[in-house]
């Protein structure tokens, strides 16, 4: 399977900055790279759907001026919260995928916005 | 919209026993993909065992294996000879056919394995 990267792993910030969140696929060339958030014992909400070269297609209820996602290149995507709050804070995840295979998950993000 | 239910929040099972672990969904698709993914405390997202609708044999990777109901929606998971390591939670997730779709997952059931 792919590997899959995330900078940072765990993340503290202030109210009201931005944090920007790296995905990295290291040996594969993702066409496509999604974004979940996970709270504490819950499941994977999905945030949104980026292709490579597009705009970030955002689930229901998620802002996209707050949540700012790029796609650059087939193998980096990046995700920014931008004026951070404490009920920001949360797991993020993003995940990568080529066609109708298999996705590949990175080890995620923790962030605590204080 | 495609629903993914877990009916069990937490399941228990033994060192070395068979345990498993349900799984429902919902869609109009007659196409399309069903997984389970595990998730270790490290929080890391392991692939466990992917099925494809259109094939009528159950999957299977080692100690683990599913039960696919098609007609019935059902996805089960079964982990036999079950180890400490096993112990994670565990979601069961759809997918449509098509390239570029995200997944959709249930809830999670969370395993305990005791010694």
């Known amino acids: 399977g792919a590997v899959v990267s995330q900078h940072p792993s765990r993340v503290i910030c202030k109210s009201g900055t931005s944090v920007k969140i790296e995905c990295r696929s290291l040996d594969f060339q993702a066409t496509t790279m999604f974004w979940y958030r996970q709270f504490p014992k819950k499941s994977l909400m999905l945030m949104a759907t980026s292709n490579e070269g597009s705009k970030a297609t955002y689930e229901q209820g998620v802002e996209k001026d707050k949540f700012l996602i790029n796609h650059a290149s087939l193998t980096l995507s990046t995700l920014t919260v931008t004026s951070a709050h404490p009920e920001d804070s949360s797991f993020y995840i993003c995940?990568?995928?080529?066609?109708?295979?298999?996705?590949?998950f990175g080890p995620g993000t923790r962030l605590l916005v204080l | 919209a495609q629903t993914v239910t877990q009916s069990q929040p937490e399941m228990s099972v033994q060192e070395a026993e068979t345990v498993t672990l349900s799984c429902t969904y919902d869609t109009s698709e007659s196409d399309y993909y069903l997984f389970w993914y595990k998730q270790p405390p490290s929080r890391q997202m392991i692939l466990v065992i992917r099925?494809?609708?259109?094939?009528?044999q159950n999957a299977t990777e080692n100690r683990f294996s599913v039960n696919f109901q098609k007609a019935a929606k059902s996805f089960s998971l079964k982990i036999s000879d079950s180890q400490l390591g096993d112990a994670a939670m565990y979601f069961c997730a759809y997918r449509p056919i098509n390239s570029g779709y995200a997944l959709n997952f249930g809830k999670g059931t969370s395993l305990l394995v005791t010694p």
């Open positions: 099925q494809e609708a259109y094939k009528q």
């Open positions: 995940s990568v995928g080529r066609g109708q295979e298999t996705q590949y």
